[in-house]
């Protein structure tokens, strides 16, 4: 069933898009952004640079953790769903083949 709420069991929503998004863009962005801190030559940009990028990544570790948190909660509202979904597609499949051979 193509929902947005039936994308795989959970080890498989931890690797989704969406996590690999969530994990690999910013860490790309975080480092590139450490990497040029380093080539300033001006000290006082150099320092302010860096405590932007240690307030930022201070800032996303928080938001993480968050969105973690409520991922948690979101998962046990999504359980009764999946299983309507699944009983639907092949209950729904069933009784479409069962009316085929009364025709």
Do not use: T
């Amino acid at each position: 069933m193509e929902c947005w709420f039936y994308e795989g069991n959970a080890d498989e929503r931890e690797n989704s898009d969406f996590s690999g998004h969530r994990a690999g863009v910013p860490g790309r962005q975080f480092h590139e952004w450490s990497e040029e801190i380093k080539q300033y030559n001006s000290e006082s940009l150099k320092k302010a640079s860096q405590r932007k990028y240690d307030q930022a990544k201070a800032k996303y570790a928080e938001l993480m953790k968050a969105l973690k948190k409520a991922e948690s909660k979101l998962e046990p509202a999504l359980m009764p769903l999946r299983d309507q979904g699944l009983f639907i597609k092949y209950n729904l499949n069933a009784k479409a083949v069962a009316g085929l051979s009364d025709e």
